[in-house]
């Protein structure tokens, strides 16, 4: 008879298969949704710390030597690092111990820096004793602050993280709010201590994505997703950072990117800080033949030539969603960033886009009948700029879509849509969206 079969004798591969669906799921160490202020707990999984065993897969590692071999590349997998001295000697401990070759996904915590001349009156406790606010809590965070940065301890430690993940896959980069930021940026409000006392997340953002993305431009691995709720924003002093990097260093980030999320922040000079930053833009995105997801923002609440942030002649090899939200360009602009995608491109998404110039007839066209694989279109709150003192001539005016059945609107031509060159309702946009999709192969 054949002797009996152990758990031992199957193959390490298939064990690791079976790991996989014996765990049960981790609880989440923080919420995606923006303006959660909930605080944070980190589960085991996601210390990455070699002498814990809380969990069944630490459990599963102690079992012996081949199950700590099978089930440490899971473990270590998926690393958290917040901004403090703690979280970067967690990472500095997980490359002593030349556990960062299994990480996959790395997600970077970062806090709003503490700014202002009035921080020796917040830890002495003036004014802020109603409202809970721990200050050691607050004395150490300032302390870890200035000691990260002062020396670049923060980037040296990424540089040398980011070396070494030769398996990441996936980025992240989160902003950590809690209950003792959230209680003290209410006891500034209003008070004695506002205007000398700053929770800034604009500095600590711009140094955690200029970090990131030294660090990104020494990885080993590409291409590798970038995600953050909080979207990229450019603002001034962004801008201002942006001019110093060396131009080398945007294609090696490019290089290694499947997906980004820029927006451009409200400024009143927007179109010199975006035209000063033309070359760079060019330089990163002409590099960024990895992309498949794009997503460009614009608040600036004027017009911007979108030809200065992406090249008017560059095509995205792999790009399948494309996403332009609060622009003001030209039809022929729009049509021609579509036209160059049009093999590929399966979502494409506009939100409060209005054209300056142009009809949205002649998108609408490009969009049904040149598009090969498009799935799926979404047309939110899309309209017209009109530059006041020009003539426009008027389409067919409004049309009735009241009852209107799937096989008519296919029939329709674009001049039957009620696109009058002036403005838009938003019953209006939807049935162009459907009308898009209702091709006639």
Not at 122 to 151: A, C, F, H, M, W
Not at 186 to 214: F, H, M, Q, S, Y
Not at 358 to 370: I, Q
């Amino acid at each position: 008879m054949d002797r009996p079969r152990h758990i031992e004798d199957l193959a390490d591969e298939l064990l690791s298969e079976i790991l996989s669906f014996l765990l049960r799921p981790e609880p989440r160490p923080f919420n995606f949704l923006p303006g959660l202020t909930a605080p944070y707990t980190l589960s085991s999984s996601t210390r990455g710390l070699p002498s814990e065993a809380n969990s069944d897969l630490d459990r599963f590692r102690l079992v012996n030597k081949r199950f700590m071999r099978i089930g440490t590349p899971q473990k270590f997998s998926r690393f958290v690092v917040r901004f403090s001295e703690e979280g970067f000697r967690r990472l500095e401990h997980l490359l002593d111990m030349q556990l960062a070759c299994y990480v996959r996904h790395f997600t970077y915590m970062v806090r709003p820096f503490y700014q202002g001349s009035g921080w020796p009156q917040v830890l002495s406790g003036v004014g802020i004793d109603e409202y809970r606010v721990p200050i050691p809590v607050l004395r150490s965070r300032l302390k870890d602050q200035n000691s990260l940065t002062r020396i670049n301890r923060d980037q040296a430690l990424l540089q040398r993280a980011f070396s070494s993940f030769t398996s990441l896959k996936q980025v992240k980069l989160l902003r950590l709010v809690d209950k003792t930021d959230e209680n003290l940026e209410k006891c500034i409000r209003g008070g004695p201590l506002e205007g000398t006392v700053v929770l800034d997340w604009e500095t600590a953002c711009t140094r955690a994505i200029t970090n990131l993305g030294i660090a990104l431009s020494e990885s080993p691995c590409k291409p590798i997703q970038f995600y953050t709720p909080h979207t990229h924003t450019i603002t001034r002093k962004m801008t201002t950072k942006l001019l110093q990097v060396p131009s080398t260093l945007f294609p090696a980030i490019a290089s290694r990117l499947t997906s980004l999320d820029i927006t451009f922040d409200p400024m009143t000079d927007a179109n010199t800080n975006i035209r000063a930053l033309s070359t760079q833009f060019h330089a990163f995105f002409n590099a960024a033949a990895n992309l498949t997801s794009l997503h460009l923002s614009s608040l600036t609440y004027q017009p911007l030539p979108i030809d200065h942030v992406i090249p008017s002649t560059l095509h995205f090899p792999r790009l399948h969603t494309l996403s332009l939200e609060s622009w003001i360009m030209n039809a022929e602009d729009l049509t021609s960033i579509i036209r160059r995608h049009s093999h590929r491109l399966r979502e494409f998404k506009l939100h409060t886009v209005h054209l300056l110039d142009g009809r949205w007839k002649d998108v609408l066209s490009v969009l049904r009948y040149e598009m090969a694989v498009l799935q799926r279109v979404s047309l939110v709150h899309v309209n017209y700029s009109r530059m006041p003192g020009r003539d426009y001539e008027h389409g067919n005016g409004r049309v009735n879509w009241l009852g209107i059945t799937p096989g008519e609107l296919r029939a329709r031509t674009v001049d039957e849509l009620g696109d009058d060159g002036v403005r838009i309702n938003s019953d209006q946009a939807w049935i162009w969206a459907k009308w898009v999709m209702s091709r006639p192969w």
